[in-house]
């Protein structure tokens, strides 16, 4: 069902950055600073490659009290993207499918923006039962 509602109309184009050598602490001040719930994770050629996401920091760090991790320990990867001309139907159900909140919007294998699920909820509701489909899988 498509909504005719383009994934280059609603991503969020201002992705955060971050280096892989940054340790958990600086990437949680990092995501309050900027009200991000992720970073982008850039490796030592500035590249970008993983992205760490609040819910990382949770599961990752502070669940197994592992306070002395790096970004690059424990950041999501690979990158799992879409191209801005994607309608936002075939997004949700990606980010169901790959059971994930957000996904990279790459043009010419250059990354041009982010759109999370919540984003999708926010413009068209129905299609939350397409994202929740990872809910019910675990």
């Excluded at 600086?26 to 030592?44: F, I, Q, R």
């Excluded at 819910?55 to 993207?81: C, H």
């Amino acid at each position: 069902m498509d909504t005719g509602i383009k994934v280059g109309d609603c991503m969020k184009s201002e992705i955060i950055k971050i280096s892989d050598s940054a340790n958990a602490f600086e990437a949680a001040e990092t995501m309050m600073k900027h009200d991000v719930g992720s970073l982008l994770v850039l490796d030592s050629k500035k590249e970008p490659y993983a992205l760490l996401t609040d819910e990382d920091l949770v599961r990752k760090v502070l669940a197994k009290r592992k306070l002395d991790s790096t970004v690059k320990q424990v950041a999501s990867k690979p990158l799992i993207g879409i191209g801005p001309e994607a309608d936002i139907s075939e997004a949700a159900r990606l980010m169901g499918k790959k059971k994930i909140k957000r996904l990279i919007v790459f043009e010419n294998r250059k990354v041009v923006g982010i759109i999370a699920a919540r984003d999708i909820v926010d413009i068209s509701p129905s299609l939350y039962d397409l994202i929740a489909e990872r809910e019910r899988v675990r």
